[in-house]
């Protein structure tokens, strides 16, 4: 069974705390994922669907050097981009949604990637996350892209009680400066890659002290030990829906 959330936010004061701390940790987190220009970004984040960034970046030179703009990849055959991104994870409709997506750009945008979330949010395979990213990081506007990663550490943290993306991404930005959306992603996506991982987060690690998750997990751990091998008991939260990566 997973860790269950927390039941209740914390207040605007202990969460101004924890991002102030995250801040500070992450000072320089960007995206990890590897790109020259908007139209590169825009195709590894689409690939990045239900797939580790490293696997993208190990991906995306070869795509690249073969359709290295959106001309080239609408031309593309799609029998030769699934070669190229199989490994990608659900290659056939990822290799059609980049190449419908770069004759879109072609179309409508002159073969350049629009920095507008409707334009973007148009193109096949993108949605608001994916178009979250793009704006935030090829164009530095303020927007707030929630992946797995943000979903997770957001709630554990006590920032939202949210069971859907858009819903964590309406009450994080409540509790940051607009100027500093576009990077408090990056803060919560390092700190759930390298502490508050999941199935079991590192509380040990965790500089956020005053996190709600902590004796949730504390808890968790005291109860799996004692049960042996096999669920906890007496620990609940009912499933948790994932958030749906696009």
């Not at 055959?77 to 699934?82: A, G, L, S, Y």
């Not at 004692?226 to 994932?242: D, E, F, I, L, N």
Request: with cysteine; aromatic share 6%.
């Amino acid at each position: 069974m997973p860790i269950p959330f927390p039941k209740r936010k914390v207040s605007r004061a202990v969460a101004a705390e924890e991002l102030a701390i995250l801040e500070r940790t992450y000072p320089h987190a960007v995206t990890a994922l590897e790109y020259r220009t908007p139209f590169e970004l825009l195709i590894a984040v689409i690939l990045s669907a239900q797939c580790t960034d490293a696997r993208v970046n190990l991906t995306t030179p070869r795509l690249f050097a073969r359709y290295p703009d959106a001309e080239a990849l609408a031309r593309a055959d799609q029998d030769d981009v699934e070669k190229i991104v199989k490994s990608c994870g659900f290659f056939r409709m990822k290799a059609k949604n980049i190449i419908a997506a770069a004759r879109a750009l072609v179309a409508e945008h002159g073969g350049a990637v629009p920095a507008d979330r409707e334009s973007l949010e148009a193109l096949p395979g993108v949605g608001r996350k994916t178009a979250n990213v793009v704006m935030s990081v090829a164009f530095e506007e303020a927007a707030f892209a929630v992946d797995t990663h943000v979903f997770r550490v957001s709630r554990r943290l006590g920032l939202t009680l949210a069971t859907t993306p858009r819903g964590v991404e309406e009450d994080v930005t409540k509790l940051v400066p607009r100027e500093k959306w576009r990077h408090a992603h990056h803060w919560l996506i390092l700190h759930g890659r390298e502490i508050c991982k999941a199935p079991t987060p590192q509380c040990g690690r965790c500089p956020v002290t005053m996190c709600p998750s902590r004796k949730i997990v504390a808890r968790y751990l005291a109860l799996k030990n004692s049960a042996g091998p096999g669920r906890p008991s007496g620990v609940g939260g009912g499933a948790r829906r994932r958030p749906r990566s696009s």
